[in-house]
């Protein structure tokens, strides 16, 4: 059989991507469908499925672009997802290389928010422990908004009509389209560039769709709103609009009108309070001098200042009682002092050197005494026990037993006798009696059992 027409497998996966590249309708798709198996990986790529009623195709989105997405898809989410359709060579599987994605239906937008919002608000940017107070009397005032709207007019007129004393400065910023995130940023760090010569900002614009107000929506803005030194007030849109640069500023305005007004005090109603706390003092004032010129009376005419001498009276009493008081005080520690002398003296005699040694030397003797005597106890003790052993060893001697006329039996190997079995006739054995020992010869043996036999 020839080998020449069997394709390898290699040469088959080659085969069927050489078609999918030279297809110019797999190069760029735009799909739609329903997020599956996805789990995201860390600084990775991601692997996961997009599925619809009826299909399920395997998508890769290499990090390069994912870290493009400016949301976090999740499970079950629907995506418009664009890329294009190409074979893994080795596991001979075609599958999607997703290029760009993004959140399906109206609610692109408003998921992206929703996402932003709760990533920055777990980040502690919406707390309202960060806001700060808004100035009573600012000098300065920056603006930040379109030079050309609606909106600098009139927080102009506003501001210049409440409170004239301020000067507000435009730093001029696109609003709206794909720039304007970058143009508030840029303005808004101009106005940091200046340290402390700003005490307030106001950054706004007119309402619109959310696509119009989105700007004030983007990460970058609303970190930058976050950052100012100064408290920062935002005015986005109408009363019904609000963005993520409304709930990161310390005020937020409906209007750019009610904005100014939030910044500057009203110069007539300060004014009219002035007056109010004027009056006020002059009258505290009044109320003081009144107090302390009654007090001036009564101290003038006052006994001791007809008898200024009576002034003394009392304090020269108290020194003398002091003065005996400190003589009682005196005498007191000086007992005291004498007596804890004597207690000492005592004391130490007690602990006379020479009291001590013969205390000692007292105790020697005692005790030399008393181990003289529990030596002698003790060695009277172990006599008479020696002597209890020494007589119960000797009732239990066999040496007792030979004198009442026994002997004992050991053949010539020294080995003692004890049974019939251990010698036969013409045997030599020892016989040792109390005072000696004699030789024999066994001419006859006999057991004792039922029948008596002989050898």
Not at 116 to 142: M, N, S, T
Not at 310 to 325: F, G, I, K, S
Not at 332 to 356: D, I, M, V, W
């Amino acid at each position: 059989m020839e080998d020449s027409k069997y394709l390898t497998v290699t040469d088959l996966n080659y085969y069927i991507t050489q078609k999918f590249k030279n297809d110019p309708y797999l190069h760029k798709v735009f799909l739609q469908g329903e997020l599956s198996n996805f789990r995201y990986r860390r600084n990775s790529h991601q692997y996961f499925s997009l599925k619809d009623e009826k299909s399920k195709i395997n998508v890769v989105m290499f990090r390069s672009y994912f870290d493009k997405v400016k949301f976090k898809p999740e499970e079950g989410m629907k995506v418009y997802i664009t890329g294009y359709v190409d074979v893994y060579g080795p596991q001979g599987t075609y599958q999607f290389y997703a290029e760009a994605m993004e959140p399906a239906g109206l609610g692109a937008l408003y998921e992206q928010l929703q996402q932003l919002q709760k990533k920055l608000a777990q980040e502690g940017l919406f707390a309202q422990e960060h806001k700060r107070p808004l100035p009573r009397f600012p000098d300065h005032i920056a603006v930040v908004t379109s030079a050309s709207g609606a909106v600098i007019h009139d927080i102009l007129v506003t501001a210049n009509r409440r409170f004239p004393h301020a000067q507000v400065d435009l730093f001029p910023a696109q609003v709206q389209g794909d720039r304007a995130a970058d143009s508030l940023v840029s303005a808004m760090k101009q106005i940091a560039n200046y340290g402390d010569k700003y005490d307030v900002m106001i950054i706004g614009r007119g309402g619109g769709s959310l696509e119009d107000l989105w700007p004030f929506n983007e990460e970058a803005v609303v970190r930058q709103v976050y950052d100012m030194k100064m408290p920062v007030i935002s005015s986005v849109g109408h009363e019904t609009d609000t963005t993520l640069c409304d709930l990161v500023a310390d005020a937020r305005a409906a209007t750019p009108t009610a904005a100014a007004e939030y910044a500057t005090p009203n110069l007539t109603d300060e004014l009219a309070n002035i007056h109010q706390l004027q009056s006020s003092m002059l009258s505290s004032m009044q109320n003081v001098i009144r107090v302390r010129r009654d007090a001036l009376n009564r101290i003038n005419h006052s006994v001791i200042m007809r008898e200024p001498a009576r002034l003394y009276d009392e304090q020269a009493q108290t020194l003398d009682l002091l003065r005996d008081r400190l003589q009682r005080n005196m005498t007191h520690l000086l007992e005291r002092n004498r007596q804890s002398y004597q207690l000492g003296t005592q004391k130490l005699f007690a602990q006379n050197p020479a009291k001590r040694i013969e205390q000692i030397l007292q105790q020697e003797n005692f005790y030399y005494q008393k181990l003289n005597a529990n030596m002698r106890n003790l060695l009277r003790e172990k006599r008479h026990q020696l002597a209890q052993l020494g007589q119960q060893l000797d009732d239990y001697s066999p040496l007792k037993t030979l004198e009442r006329g026994y002997v004992y039996v050991t053949d010539t190997a020294a080995k003692t006798v004890g049974s019939i079995e251990q010698v036969n006739v013409k045997d030599e054995v020892n016989l040792h009696f109390k005072d000696g020992q004699a030789k024999a010869i066994v001419k006859t043996t006999r057991r004792n059992d039922n029948d008596n036999q002989e050898k």
